[in-house]
């Protein structure tokens, strides 16, 4: 499975960005998808994830009611809508996939919000 994330860019405190992966390979219908961060000098941190049907979705505390993630395995697609971005959301975005006991990881997409 081969993801490839887009969608990041440089924005201000309070704006909206929304975050796009596509995935290759027949197992994305049926993976366990999410969004993982790593801002500088700090650990993967996890941020969002979503079943493979899409009903369930698993949101940190620290995003909890201002990202959404969603999945539209027609366009074999995960996305993650962020609002009310902080500067403290600042870091590296990954796709994630998990099918099975393989994990699979994007490249990742730069986000920085600026006060």
């Known amino acids: 499975l081969h993801l490839v994330e887009s969608g990041g860019g440089s924005v201000q405190t309070g704006d909206s960005l929304s975050l796009s992966c596509v995935g290759s390979?027949?197992?994305?219908?049926?993976?366990?998808m999410g969004w993982v961060r790593q801002a500088p000098g700090k650990e993967r941190e996890w941020v969002a994830s979503?079943?493979?049907?899409?009903?369930?979705?698993y949101y940190a505390d620290s995003v909890k009611g201002r990202f959404t993630i969603s999945r539209d395995n027609t366009k074999m697609s995960v996305y993650l809508q962020m609002n009310n971005l902080k500067p403290e959301d600042t870091a590296v975005y990954y796709c994630?996939?998990?099918?099975?006991?393989?994990?699979?990881w994007g490249q990742g997409t730069q986000v920085t919000v600026s006060s």
């Open positions: 390979g027949r197992t994305f219908s049926t993976s366990h």
């Open positions: 994630h996939a998990r099918w099975l006991a393989s994990e699979y």
């Open positions: 979503i079943n493979w049907d899409g009903v369930s979705t």
